[in-house]
């Protein structure tokens, strides 16, 4: 008994004593060790400037396309810029910022119901039928509304798109709708004036600086959110030409240079991710260096729970900002390279990639003694989430491919029972960019198609797809 007791005080004691010498690692890691120096690749983003001169930048005339009739809309949308920016610079990530005050009294009012005639997502079956549906309403508009449609084919008079505002999740967001039912107004005037064989350049040069515009913003776009929205603007733009082709073939020869420009299609450019990813990142990095001991409690605990002044000590330990910083910026590069892939090489390697992202265990040592707050929070981020909207530019690819197809056999006259053929013949930059294989042609539908992995162009199930002229 006697031997017993002592071999339980021996291992009580030296469990005491590895217990304290754990505690003091866990503690000597907490607070001694220093936190990170930014990665030099992390730092160059975040401490990058706008460099687009502002005379040069669309984004300052996109801000104020909405406002007052009587203000200079590239005016108002620099006030907005400097004024959300200076929020931002005097009260930090938080700051609050309504552009209402500077767009002046009377701006942009949506049509009621609100939205488009022309709906996305495969919603309306023929554009052009819908546009002459309501042509009454729709030359109303564009009279009414002129000095917003003057504004809007304004912008395609920069060359460059920079978004210049302070990237917080308060921040202020372009009116995507107002814009989109401009963009529409405009799309009806070269629907109507195409019916006018003497206007047909004109309405068909209007239409190819239509592409042109949307896709040097989404090309240049520095944020996700601007870069997936101007996709379905330009999925429209394609979409009008491909019925325009359709209801008038004859324009494939007689204006062919004009529309071989048009129906060029996207390329890797179109799709690559890496510029929004990086804006996604400064966001992210916005806010991680935006933490402090105050607020780190918050983040895990309820809303009205006013943090101690020990878990503000403990909360100003756990966390290293540069640290998760960096890490954060591993998940994005790995995202923008991943995704900066072909849509073969993005599919076939989806499932690996989604193992790779940074995952915080509770049961790893390595996790726990050194910034496991900033751990934790990096864990949240999920890069492989950004799968759908490389699947969504991948359609709109795809959907190009189709209008270039159908391009070739106007222009060509191809006959309908040769048509299966010659879509199997063209070169791979033509196929359906997901699978790399060759369209399909419908003889019954007289279409081509391709089967979308997105629902933003089409209805979940159906394909995208481009009608030959009859």
Same mark, same amino acid.
């Given at each position: 008994?006697?031997?017993?007791?002592?071999?339980?005080?021996?291992?009580?004691?030296w469990?005491?004593?590895?217990?304290?010498?754990?505690?003091v690692?866990?503690?000597?890691?907490?607070?001694?060790?220093?936190?990170?120096?930014?990665n030099?690749?992390?730092?160059?983003?975040?401490?990058?400037?706008?460099?687009?001169p502002?005379?040069?930048?669309?984004?300052?005339?996109?801000?104020?396309?909405t406002a007052?009739?009587?203000l200079?809309a590239?005016?108002?949308?620099?006030?907005?810029v400097?004024?959300?920016?200076?929020?931002?610079?005097?009260?930090?990530?938080?700051?609050?910022?309504?552009?209402?005050?500077?767009?002046?009294?009377?701006?942009?009012?949506?049509?009621?119901?609100?939205?488009?005639?022309?709906?996305?997502?495969?919603?309306?079956?023929?554009?052009?039928?819908?546009?002459?549906a309501?042509?009454?309403?729709?030359?109303?508009?564009?009279a009414?509304?002129?000095?917003?449609?003057?504004?809007?084919?304004?912008?395609?008079?920069?060359?460059?798109?920079?978004?210049?505002?302070?990237?917080?999740?308060?921040?202020?967001?372009?009116?995507?709708a107002g !814009?989109?039912?401009?963009?529409?107004?405009?799309?009806?005037?070269?629907?109507?004036?195409?019916?006018?064989?003497?206007?047909?350049?004109?309405?068909?040069?209007?239409?190819?600086n239509e592409?042109k515009?949307?896709?040097?913003?989404?090309?240049?776009?520095?944020?996700?959110i601007?870069?997936i929205?101007?996709?379905?603007?330009?999925?429209?733009?394609?979409?009008?030409?491909?019925?325009?082709?359709?209801?008038?073939p004859?324009?494939?020869?007689?204006?062919?240079?004009?529309?071989?420009?048009?129906?060029?299609?996207?390329?890797?450019?179109?799709?690559?991710?890496?510029?929004?990813l990086?804006?996604?990142?400064?966001?992210?990095?916005?806010?991680?260096?935006?933490?402090?001991?105050?607020?780190?409690?918050?983040?895990?605990?309820?809303?009205?729970?006013e943090?101690?002044?020990?878990?503000?000590?403990?909360?100003?330990?756990?966390?290293?900002?540069?640290?998760?910083?960096?890490?954060?910026?591993?998940?994005?590069?790995?995202?923008?390279?991943?995704?900066?892939?072909?849509?073969?090489?993005?599919?076939?390697?989806?499932?690996?990639?989604?193992?790779?992202?940074?995952?915080f265990?509770?049961f790893?040592?390595?996790?726990?003694?050194?910034?496991?707050?900033?751990? !934790?929070?990096?864990?949240?981020?999920?890069?492989?989430?950004?799968?759908?909207?490389?699947?969504?530019?991948?359609?709109?690819?795809?959907?190009?491919?189709?209008?270039?197809?159908?391009r070739?056999?106007?222009?060509n006259?191809?006959?309908?029972?040769?048509?299966?053929?010659?879509?199997?013949?063209?070169?791979?930059?033509?196929?359906?960019?997901?699978?790399?294989?060759?369209?399909?042609?419908?003889?019954?539908?007289?279409? !081509?198609?391709?089967p979308?992995?997105?629902?933003?162009?089409?209805?979940?199930?159906?394909?995208?797809?481009?009608?030959?002229?009859?």
């Amino acid at each position: 008994m006697k031997k017993f007791l002592v071999s339980m005080l021996r291992f009580f004691k030296w469990l005491l004593l590895g217990t304290v010498g754990l505690v003091v690692l866990v503690l000597g890691c907490w607070f001694l060790l220093p936190d990170q120096a930014l990665n030099p690749e992390a730092r160059k983003i975040l401490e990058a400037q706008p460099v687009v001169p502002a005379q040069q930048n669309a984004y300052y005339a996109l801000w104020g396309l909405t406002a007052s009739p009587e203000l200079d809309a590239f005016a108002v949308g620099r006030k907005v810029v400097d004024a959300q920016v200076a929020a931002v610079r005097e009260k930090g990530y938080g700051a609050q910022f309504d552009p209402a005050s500077i767009e002046g009294a009377t701006t942009y009012r949506r049509r009621v119901p609100a939205g488009t005639f022309c709906k996305s997502r495969g919603e309306t079956a023929h554009c052009l039928t819908a546009l002459r549906a309501h042509r009454g309403e729709l030359l109303a508009e564009l009279a009414a509304k002129d000095v917003y449609v003057r504004r809007y084919r304004g912008l395609r008079t920069y060359p460059h798109f920079e978004e210049a505002m302070a990237v917080t999740s308060a921040a202020p967001t372009l009116d995507w709708a107002g !814009i989109r039912e401009i963009s529409e107004l405009v799309d009806a005037s070269i629907a109507f004036d195409m019916e006018r064989p003497a206007q047909r350049v004109a309405a068909l040069t209007d239409l190819l600086n239509e592409i042109k515009l949307w896709r040097l913003v989404g090309n240049e776009a520095d944020l996700l959110i601007d870069r997936i929205i101007s996709a379905p603007l330009l999925h429209s733009k394609y979409r009008l030409f491909s019925e325009l082709l359709a209801e008038y073939p004859e324009i494939a020869s007689a204006q062919g240079e004009l529309v071989a420009q048009m129906s060029a299609p996207l390329t890797a450019a179109d799709t690559d991710l890496r510029r929004a990813l990086n804006g996604e990142f400064r966001g992210r990095a916005f806010l991680l260096q935006s933490l402090d001991s105050k607020g780190l409690p918050s983040v895990f605990s309820a809303e009205d729970h006013e943090p101690s002044n020990f878990e503000n000590l403990f909360a100003s330990r756990l966390f290293k900002p540069n640290a998760t910083v960096n890490l954060s910026f591993e998940n994005f590069r790995a995202a923008g390279e991943f995704y900066a892939g072909s849509a073969a090489q993005i599919e076939s390697g989806r499932d690996a990639f989604a193992k790779t992202a940074y995952r915080f265990s509770y049961f790893d040592p390595r996790y726990q003694l050194y910034n496991p707050i900033g751990k !934790i929070l990096v864990s949240i981020e999920t890069p492989d989430s950004f799968g759908s909207y490389s699947d969504r530019l991948f359609d709109l690819m795809g959907y190009t491919r189709l209008v270039e197809l159908q391009r070739q056999i106007a222009l060509n006259h191809i006959a309908r029972d040769q048509v299966s053929a010659f879509v199997a013949s063209v070169d791979v930059g033509l196929h359906d960019p997901h699978t790399g294989k060759a369209m399909t042609y419908d003889a019954a539908t007289q279409t !081509i198609w391709f089967p979308a992995k997105s629902p933003n162009f089409s209805k979940p199930g159906v394909p995208l797809a481009v009608t030959l002229a009859r």
